[in-house]
């Protein structure tokens, strides 16, 4: 069974990088899209990235717009969210996920989940 596994969260100071993967566990996922959606305190889930299975025109939110980036291993069935010029307003759990197409990720109509990882910016 497939499992998407993350690394790379943390505490950060504002202003700061910070790199999170994602990498599928126990098989691969072909052709499916990929993407991170964060859930803020009390905020509810929002997709901040996700991208096709050929990477080509990924989709940001424009909260982050500019500042993060989302690039796909489709080899490894891997993808990784590259986050610099953090904000407070970023502090969040950051799921990875998977689904069958870049719209069903858009529709929040997913298929595989990560367990989260915990991204925290303060000083």
């Known amino acids: 069974q497939v499992q998407l596994v993350e690394s790379g969260g943390g505490l950060v100071a504002p202003g700061a990088s910070l790199r999170l993967s994602c990498e599928a566990q126990g098989g691969t996922l072909g052709r499916m899209a990929m993407g991170w959606v964060r859930q803020r305190p009390g905020k509810e889930r929002e997709i901040v990235a996700a991208?096709?299975?050929?990477?080509?025109?990924?989709y940001h939110a424009d909260a982050v717009k500019g500042r993060f980036t989302i690039s796909l291993d489709n080899a490894k069935s891997a993808t990784y969210l590259q986050m610099n010029a953090l904000k407070p307003g970023g502090t969040a759990v950051y799921f990875c996920v998977a689904a069958a197409t870049f719209a069903d990720i858009r529709n929040f109509d997913i298929g595989y989940w990560g367990q989260g990882a915990q991204v925290t910016v303060s000083t």
């Open positions: 991208v096709a299975w050929h990477g080509a025109a990924p």
